[in-house]
């Protein structure tokens, strides 16, 4: 294991509850209730093979697990495969990492990436962990990537009252790379751009590619208005506005969580250019 594996174990079992994540904000709450709705939306009939890669505690596993789907977790980090191996219903899980899945190829109707590619700070490990994914998923059949916008710190900090001229600064810094400062309370990380996800799908091999934006573009409104008496008038306008905008190019940069979905290619067309 390298030391930015490490660094991200270390963070996720001694720093941070992963499983309560979801569940403590209007920008999570958003990011939960459309994840779901998409992979619903996403998926084949159960009983679907499905690889779910980085998946934590295994919220989504779980889910699609009382589904129907015959669902195995991979995560880099042990406590989070203990959390979705004890849970109800229990998942299938191991430890790995995206970049070296231990799986045979074509063996999945789906592949989920809901959290690998933005702590591969390399494009070429991100790479990496796409061409996995493509490599285990059978052809014809589904991967999902999600990712961090580019501008979600910024304007999170900035609907929160949080926005100093220190992070006005790292904002610009962001534009530039896409790589997070190492001093945050975060892992080192990758911000994408939207277009910079569909090129890296298309890369490893994915076509049909759709990027969406998770939250939509009032997930601020809903941040700024959760202690008021308006917090649950604004979350729903929030969310109906997001499934309205979700793959609306002009408007997907705007939500704090990207989601690209492609199929694997069947026939002579299917390639990665990373194996």
Known sequence: MDQHSRDIVEHYTLRYREDA??????QARLERTRTRELLRELLPPAPARVLDVGGGPGV?????AA?????????????HVAQAAGGQPPVDAVVADARALPEEDDHYDVTLLLGPLYHLVRGEDRLKALGEAVRVTRPGGRVVAAA?????GPIDFAATGRLTGEAVQEARALLTNGVNDPRSNFTPAYFHRAEELLDECRVAGLTDV???????????????????PLAE????GAL????????EPALIAASAHLLATGLVPTGGGRQSAVR
């Open 233 to 236: 008038v604004v979350f729903s």
């Open 148 to 152: 961090i916008s580019r501008f979600a």
């Open 67 to 79: 589904a129907g789907h015959r669902v195995r977790l991979v995560d880099l980090v042990p406590g």
């Open 210 to 228: 759709v990027v969406h934006g998770l939250e939509g573009p009032a997930w601020t409104a809903a941040e700024a208005a959760a202690n008021g």
């Open 240 to 247: 109906d506005l997001a499934r309205v905008y979700t793959s």
């Open 21 to 26: 994540r979801l569940d403590s904000r209007p």
């Open 60 to 64: 989504y596993a779980r889910m699609l």
